[in-house]
């Protein structure tokens, strides 16, 4: 099952597909058993919304959950904007990332996005981390990114084609993202 839906970008657009078209959300088969009876289970409030600008916050977020009726195990799936097990929007997240890979020191890639340095090293530990298993993945669907030379300059390639969520989005097809 894919836990991210990727078609849906923003956070306006998940709450108006969470009132007027739930049915995007519902997963095919359930994760555990593999049957599709998958029922609405009501949802759970996620603070998504951590931007700084003067518009009123969206916060709490209801991000919707379903019960397989055969094995009674839940599940859920996150809009393609949010990133499961984050705090963060895969926006804030790119736009420090791409700081780090263009060489920018922590404590100004800080300043500039408002995310904690400490978030910061671990983002940058996470990629740099999965980045082989990423890169196979990715470079399976877009060949021209086989031609970079190392992590970073692979990274700055496919950020500059794909956002972090699309890249992402991909990748929650074949592995585990955050």
């Not at 919304?49 to 996150?78: E, Q, Y």
Request: aromatic fraction near 10%; charge should be positive.
């Amino acid at each position: 099952m894919h836990r991210m839906v990727a078609a849906i970008v923003s956070l306006y657009q998940h709450l108006n597909a969470v009132c007027h078209t739930p049915e995007v959300y519902r997963p095919s088969a359930c994760p555990s058993c593999g049957r599709g009876r998958l029922w609405c289970h009501g949802c759970y409030s996620r603070k998504a919304d951590r931007s700084s600008s003067p518009a009123p916050s969206l916060n709490p977020v209801p991000i919707p959950r379903f019960i397989c009726a055969d094995c009674c195990c839940t599940c859920s799936r996150l809009p393609g904007c949010l990133s499961p097990r984050r705090w963060y929007e895969w926006v804030i997240q790119e736009r420090a990332l791409l700081c780090l890979l263009f060489g920018t020191s922590r404590r100004r890639s800080s300043a500039d996005t408002g995310v904690a340095r400490s978030t910061l090293r671990r983002w940058w530990g996470w990629l740099t981390e999965r980045t082989d298993v990423f890169a196979f993945h990715l470079r399976s669907r877009f060949p021209h990114l086989g031609r970079t030379v190392d992590s970073t300059a692979f990274w700055k390639a496919c950020l500059s084609e794909l956002s972090l969520a699309d890249a992402m989005g991909w990748l929650d097809q074949e592995v585990d993202v955050p």
